[in-house]
């Protein structure tokens, strides 16, 4: 059932564009669930929830429609024990998944995306944080804020935590390869990528984890 699955543990990440609603591999509680959503919310739940199914059905090696995926309207989406983990962002109509048998998170952003950063990193990062990235020449600040954030929100997915409570805990190492939860002491190892005029995060608590992680373009 499970023949050609890789096991090695390494993370693999799925990207989507926009997602049609229209795909098989959408559940009965899925359609039920999405009636209670706005037309185009509707179309992102369907569409990124019948793609989830598609790619795991690959990895796993059985039909889409025997992935027995758990993911509600504004809940991580979840899969049984012994399936593994996996995580989903959305940016701008398009999305991420992430797969791995050990916990991951994964986030997704416009490198492009407009923002006021210096004003986004004096309220949300912490001070060995700030002193850092604002030591950067100019042209270099705002893409490092954005690639905190990404490891940052990439590492509350992984928590399963609260971006309100959490944001403001979690601290990025200077070389970008580790963060912390100055609260908890939770740790993850942390891994940024460019895919065009994307930026991705991908962090797991385990940094062997994200050695050769493979990025699946469908």
């Keep these: 059932m499970k023949e050609g699955f890789n096991r090695s543990g390494s993370v693999t990440v799925m990207w989507l564009g926009p997602a049609s609603s229209t795909d098989p591999y959408v559940s009965d509680q899925e359609q039920a669930w999405a009636c209670n959503l706005g037309q185009t919310g509707q179309r992102r739940f369907l569409g990124s929830r019948a793609w989830m199914r598609s790619c795991l059905s690959d990895l796993w090696g059985v039909p889409a429609q025997q992935i027995p995926l758990h993911a509600p309207p504004g809940t991580p989406p979840a899969l049984p024990s012994g399936w593994g983990f996996v995580s989903l962002s959305h940016s701008k109509g398009s999305a991420l998944m992430a797969w791995s048998s050990a916990p991951v998170g994964v986030d997704l952003e416009r490198l492009d995306r407009r923002f006021a950063s210096e004003a986004l990193m004096s309220r949300y990062y912490e001070s060995s944080e700030q002193r850092r990235l604002t030591s950067l020449p100019k042209?270099?600040?705002?893409?490092?804020?954005?690639?905190?954030?990404?490891?940052?929100?990439?590492?509350?997915?992984?928590?399963?935590?609260?971006?309100?409570?959490?944001?403001?805990?979690?601290?990025?190492?200077?070389?970008?390869?580790?963060?912390?939860?100055?609260?908890?002491?939770?740790?993850?190892?942390?891994?940024?990528?460019?895919?065009?005029?994307?930026?991705?995060?991908?962090?797991?608590?385990?940094?062997?984890?994200?050695?050769?992680?493979?990025?699946?373009?469908?």
Excluded at 166 to 190: M, N
């Design 139 to 218: 042209q270099s600040f705002h893409q490092a804020v954005l690639e905190h954030w990404l490891i940052k929100e990439a590492a509350i997915k992984w928590q399963q935590g609260s971006l309100a409570q959490d944001l403001s805990h979690w601290v990025v190492a200077a070389d970008g390869l580790s963060a912390s939860h100055q609260a908890s002491g939770l740790q993850v190892s942390a891994h940024c990528r460019q895919l065009g005029p994307w930026g991705i995060a991908i962090v797991s608590a385990c940094e062997r984890n994200l050695i050769g992680a493979t990025v699946c373009l469908g």
